[in-house]
């Protein structure tokens, strides 16, 4: 089946820094890639949708000058969290798939990164 | 507004003892309806698509079932590896990806 791949798994950084996160798709080519964002005991909130080739569209109140998503290809996107605050510390996750939409096993998720911010 | 809602938040169950979890939703013209597990620190994992009302899919413990109005994921004689958060998920109206709801926590003691 479809599988995504998303890494690191867990990473701390320094206030002030800036983190990226790749999400790769290894046995299909993810035409769409959508981030989010989970806080403990909430659902997943969809920060941007990204078409390869072409900018992401935010989520209203997502900043998108901080929360940087590059898909420069059809394997690959990434996400970089630029001059990260305690308050970015959050689980991101990854999810693909091609254009039509969903297949009948939906779209494939990465497993996720923690993200520590000190 | 598409919204889902699950219910109950947390759900808290002996092992062997069966129970359903519930998912009601409003979307305009409903595409998909997704079941996902996700495990602590994890990232969701697929198990079922439904598409029309009165539609029902079986894998092992699990069995989901579709109205126009809202979804079941029952779980017969749960065992402590069936604990998870369980998501909801539609498609459907303009949008291009899923719509999740919050989640149900299965605890299953053995």
């Known amino acids: 089946g479809a599988v995504v791949s998303q890494h690191p798994s867990r990473v701390i950084c320094k206030s002030g820094t800036s983190v990226k996160i790749e999400c790769r798709s290894l046995d299909f080519q993810a035409t769409t890639m959508f981030w989010y964002r989970q806080f403990p005991k909430q659902s997943l909130m969809l920060m941007a949708t990204?078409?390869?080739?072409?900018?992401?569209?935010?989520e209203q109140g997502v900043e998108k000058d901080k929360f940087l998503i590059n898909h420069a290809s059809l394997t690959l996107s990434t996400l970089t969290v630029t001059s990260a605050h305690p308050e970015d510390s959050s689980f991101y996750i990854c999810?693909?798939?091609?254009?039509?939409?969903?297949?009948?096993?939906?779209?494939?998720f990465g497993s996720g990164t923690r993200l520590t911010v000190v | 507004e598409d919204q889902v809602t699950q219910s109950p938040e947390a759900l808290r169950l002996q092992e062997g003892e069966s129970s359903s979890l519930n998912c009601s939703y409003t979307?305009?013209?409903?595409?998909?309806l997704f079941w996902y597990r996700q495990d602590p620190g994890k990232g969701p994992e697929f198990l079922f698509t439904?598409?029309?009302a009165g539609e029902e899919k079986e894998k092992e413990r699990l069995k989901a079932t579709l109205t126009k109005k809202e979804s079941f994921l029952h779980i017969t004689a749960p065992k402590p590896e069936d604990s998870a958060t369980y998501l909801c998920a539609v498609y459907g109206g303009s949008q291009g990806n899923l719509i999740f709801g919050k989640g149900t926590k299965l605890s299953v003691k053995p």
């Open positions: 990204s078409n390869e080739g072409s900018k992401a569209t935010y």
């Open positions: 999810s693909a798939g091609g254009s039509q939409g969903p297949s009948n096993y939906g779209y494939t």
């Open positions: 979307v305009s013209g409903l595409r998909g």
């Open positions: 439904l598409y029309s």
